[in-house]
Structures are given as C-alpha cells and as structure tokens.
C-alpha cells in the first residue's frame, strides 16, 4: 500500500483564487489540489487532502493523520496565529509535519509573524504561493525516505 501524506488546510483557504489574488495567487484549492495529486503520483505517494474552517476538526483531522498517514503538511491559515489546540495535537503526535503557507508571514502585519505551528514543525515552506504545496510534497517524501518511512 502506498504511503500517504496528509495536506490539512485552514480556514479561508477554500476561497482560494477570489481572496486576496494579489497575496495568495489566482490559484483555487480545487487547482492546487489537483496538482499536489499528480505530484504525489510522480513520487508514488498518496495524498489525502482536505480543508476546514473549524479548528476542532483540524485537531481530529491532525489526531487521525497520526494513526492513519507517515507525515503530514498542514496550513493552518490565520489558526496558524492563534491556536494552541492545533500545537498541542500535533505535539501530541509523532509523525513528522511541515508547516506551509502561501505568503510570506513574516514579510506582512505583525500578528501575522507568530506561529504556534513552528515550534512543533520539522520545518516550513512559505511565500511560494500554490508552488509551495509541490514543495512540501517533495520535502515530506525526502524526510521520509531519509527515516526509512518511504
Ligand atoms: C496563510 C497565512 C495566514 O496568515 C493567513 O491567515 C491565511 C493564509 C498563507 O497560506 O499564506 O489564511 O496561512
């Protein structure tokens, strides 16, 4: 059975493509996802990939990625800022996570420079825009084939 990597997205990341175009790009979810599905295919991967504007749905999908996949890539959109829930769940795991973002965070509003994510994360891509989603794809597999999981 093929490895699978979780991709968790946050809130008002499903109105990717009409939000903000100028910061997170003309892109929709539905495109990125498309594209993170052919780039786990060329690495023999599975992905499943899933968005949520609850946070406790985030902490369920998060505890359940942690039994059910070998890493997951997770971003947490403004919940990114604000939630010890999703640190505490992720800390409470144990397979590797890399935070993602679209944009720069720290190149824009202060509130936007702290992470809870970042000091759980094995590491974080950001400010490639829908890019980064093939990105972290890539990192998640080179962890993972560095640990044996692959
Ligand atoms: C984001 C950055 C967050 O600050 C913001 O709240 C988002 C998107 C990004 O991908 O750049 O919703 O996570």
């Not at 100028?22 to 539905?30: M, N, P, Q, V, W």
């Not at 594209?35 to 992905?47: A, N, R, Y």
Request: aromatic share 6%; hydrophobic share 40%.
């Amino acid at each position: 059975m093929a490895t699978t990597i979780h991709i968790l997205n946050g809130p008002n990341l499903n109105l990717l493509g009409q939000r903000e175009p100028g910061i997170y790009g003309a892109e929709s979810l539905e495109d990125i996802q498309k594209t993170c599905d052919t780039v786990s295919g060329k690495l023999g991967v599975s992905i499943e990939f899933r968005q949520s504007n609850h946070e406790g749905e985030l902490v369920d999908w998060i505890q359940q990625a942690d039994q059910a996949s070998a890493g997951i890539i997770i971003n947490a959109g403004a919940f990114t800022h604000t939630s010890i829930a999703l640190h505490d769940a992720i800390r409470a795991g144990s397979v590797p996570v890399i935070e993602l973002h679209l944009s720069n965070t720290h190149a824009r509003e202060d509130f936007r420079h702290k992470s809870y994510i970042s000091p759980v994360a094995q590491g974080v891509i950001m400010g490639f825009g829908g890019y980064g989603y093939q990105l972290a794809i890539r990192a998640m597999c080179t962890l993972l084939e560095s640990t044996d999981s692959l």
